[in-house]
């Protein structure tokens, strides 16, 4: 792997790439993906704002190269604002291709998070003292 080109931001989430989760071409779906995207980045989130988090938006995402069953997909996510409610925080997808070892960004996207009280209300995002 080049050196320039690392992850950025902590791994959140690593799986591997199944035959369900494919198209007819064998390619995995977009949605597979943005849902381990998801997962990973609303990982962080909890943790950054120490209670309920909630998926309130997912700015578009682009797709560098295709993920194929059998890879390794790992996502990175870092939180770059807290708001008084909120975060945004970037995520990075990169495969590891299976057989090969090859590792290249396959994806990235932005997501907001709301942190919510147990009745689903928007709550101040707990801050570090």
Known sequence: MDPVAQP?????????A?????????DIFGGWLMSQMDLG??????KTAQTRVVTVAMEGMSFL??????????????????GR?????PVEVWVQRYMHGEELRVTHGVFTYVAVDSEGRPIP?????
Do not use: F
């Open 8 to 16: 950025k931001g902590e791994l959140v989430i690593r799986t591997i």
């Open 18 to 26: 199944m035959p369900k989760d494919t198209n007819p071409n064998g």
């Open 41 to 46: 980045s609303g990982i962080l989130a909890a």
């Open 65 to 82: 190269h295709p993920v194929r069953v059998g890879d390794t997909v790992a996502c990175y996510a870092w939180v770059e604002k807290i």
């Open 85 to 89: 409610t909120s975060m945004v925080i």
């Open 125 to 129: 995002v707990r801050r570090e003292i």
